[in-house]
């Protein structure tokens, strides 16, 4: 007869077991801590499919097309759900899932369970509680090209075709949702395809073979499932007006993301460009939405200003002076710290553990220097995937047999990860929200109120109106909340629905129209900027007209004379 403990170890491998174990934890976390959008990209995104603006648009430039097609088609359905939320949470959900069940069915020890429970734990409060797409893609490839590897290390079953399918389902979901993201994922991930080998070599001559034979067949076909994802994408951006879009959101991103130029340093060549210190700050600041001054010709002299970080001992030197300590703050990575801890734990290992552990250690760092020296590091919302995907090529490294952690030991190590995270996590909890409902409540009232004047246009410049600051992660939106908002920055400023917009009122330099256009209204928390920027090139005899005050900002008619 059976022990429980003998009973419990089979079921822990089966799939509705790891499916529970993440609906407690999903479910825990949620009642726990207050979800929120980690970055206003997500709220930007959901914009163009949920009708807030007006209309259910496809095109979400940053994540893909199709993904687009059905998001807006969920929304067209019925708005009245909150179709963007809920389509991360399944794919996180799924994700965690598929992870949670890997892990257990590979490593088949004590130790795994728990294991599996505190990597979840971490994750998924990355995942669930600060929701963030470029995060949720991360995880949803990491987890995807696991499977697909696991796949890889098992015989052709029905079962290992299953696997095979929900490997894809999540690898192409999350190339969908962050494209670059996906494929650093993907490199990463390689080092289980590093130690498939190795190992196959240790072991009886054709194992090697039949690995490297099974591994092509099945990365072949997610190969040619991402090329018609990336062809889908290309066909939906054919358009002249979707081009040009695309050369300027390209041009605008190396400033407003990477840095301008140093102004001091390069004065006179500012000068020449016609842009003075106030223009300057205002298009730093996210306010460059002026057609005739921030043109694609200008951005392009400005960068050609900019010099290449050189790859040299300095970098180096930077590198390790501010990176490690920063990551050393992020719980996600002292979770990969403690999984690597848990590995070097393990005994004596194989020598196929050895080269991968090796050779991932070092790629996570060559990666890792390259996100320095272009400037985009230490972003959580990217780091989560990275540290995850190392994380679960460690994990593979572990000896099946090895038996590290008792089950009460296990129990004790999860309570206190779960009891210091979420410490460290404490600006999420619920007990702790009703200030910030209060704040996004505030905002949803002004949303309401501009919403409701339809005969203008509001132009808002950054840090002012926000649709982000007023919606949560599970709020729905009402059809055409933001159709009369443009804002003077942000990537989704010049897309081809907000030149719609533009046309409507008829807009066609915002800094120039603001005092010739009766429609517009301009919502500032710094008038005397906007209006010296408007005096120094378009109107000297502008004047600000106060029409409403708010909290945070108020809302100008400018008139001439």
């Not at 669930?128 to 697909?148: D, E, F, H, N, P």
């Amino acid at each position: 007869m059976k022990t429980k403990a003998a009973w419990l170890r089979e079921q822990q491998e089966h799939v509705w077991f790891a499916a529970l174990v993440n609906l407690v934890v999903m479910c825990t976390l949620l009642l726990v801590f207050r979800p929120t959008f980690e970055t206003n990209d997500d709220v930007a995104i959901a914009l163009f499919v949920n009708g807030a603006r007006g209309t259910y648009d496809a095109h979400l430039v940053y994540s893909n097309y199709l993904l687009g097609l059905v998001l807006s088609g969920l929304y067209q359905f019925s708005d009245q759900i909150p179709w963007y939320s809920l389509a991360q949470y399944v794919v996180l959900f799924l994700s965690f899932t598929s992870i949670f069940h890997v892990i257990v069915r590979r490593l088949k020890s004590a130790s795994a369970t728990w294991l599996a429970i505190i990597v979840t734990w971490i994750f998924a409060y990355e995942g669930y509680i600060r929701i963030q797409y470029t995060k949720t893609a991360g995880i949803a490839s990491a987890a995807g090209i696991l499977v697909l590897l696991y796949a890889v290390e098992q015989k052709k079953t029905e079962r290992s075709r299953i696997f095979c399918g929900l490997g894809y389902l999540l690898s192409c979901t999350g190339f969908m949702y962050r494209e670059q993201q996906f494929l650093a994922e993907l490199a990463l991930m390689s080092g289980v395809g590093v130690f498939l080998l190795t190992e196959g070599m240790e072991k009886k001559s054709g194992e090697v073979i039949r690995r490297l034979r099974r591994g092509i067949m099945i990365f072949g076909v997610l190969a040619i499932a991402i090329v018609c994802l990336h062809m889908a994408d290309w066909y939906a951006y054919r358009s002249p007006q979707w081009q040009d879009y695309l050369e300027y959101n390209e041009l605008r991103t190396e400033l407003v993301d990477f840095g301008f130029p140093d102004y001091l340093k390069n004065k006179a060549a500012y000068k020449e460009l016609g842009i003075n210190r106030t223009a300057f700050q205002l298009y730093r600041g996210w306010n460059y939405a002026d057609t005739e001054k921030f043109t694609p010709e200008v951005m392009r002299s400005l960068i050609a200003l900019k010099k290449p970080r050189a790859v040299d001992l300095q970098l180096l030197k930077g590198f390790f002076r501010e990176v490690p300590g920063r990551l050393l703050q992020r719980i996600s990575f002292c979770c990969l710290l403690l999984v690597l801890l848990y590995c070097l734990c393990c005994g004596r290992p194989a020598k196929s553990a050895v080269i991968t552990r090796i050779y991932e250690i070092l790629l996570g760092f060559a990666l890792y220097l390259v996100l320095y020296h272009s400037g985009r590091y230490l972003f959580n919302r990217v780091d989560v995937g990275l540290f995850l995907a190392v994380l679960l090529v460690l994990l593979w490294t572990v000896p099946p047999e090895k038996n590290m952690v008792k089950a009460p030991i296990g129990c004790l190590l999860f309570g206190a990860v779960a009891v210091l995270s979420a410490i460290s996590w404490k600006d999420s909890w619920r007990s702790k929200s009703t200030p910030a409902l209060e704040r996004m409540y505030n905002a949803r009232s002004i949303l309401e109120e501009v919403a409701s004047d339809t005969e203008h246009l509001y132009v808002a410049k950054a840090g002012t109106i926000s649709v982000s600051a007023g919606y949560g992660v599970f709020d729905t939106m009402p059809y055409g909340i933001a159709r009369n908002i443009f804002t003077l920055g942000g990537w989704q400023a010049f897309t081809a629905e907000y030149c719609d917009l533009m046309r409507e009122y008829g807009l066609t330099n915002p800094y120039r129209n603001l005092s010739e256009n009766d429609k517009l209204y301009l919502i500032d928390r710094d008038i005397k900027s906007t209006m010296k920027y408007i005096h120094k090139y378009y109107d000297k005899s502008a004047r600000a007209v106060l029409i409403s005050e708010y909290p945070s900002y108020n809302v100008y008619q400018i008139t001439s004379g």
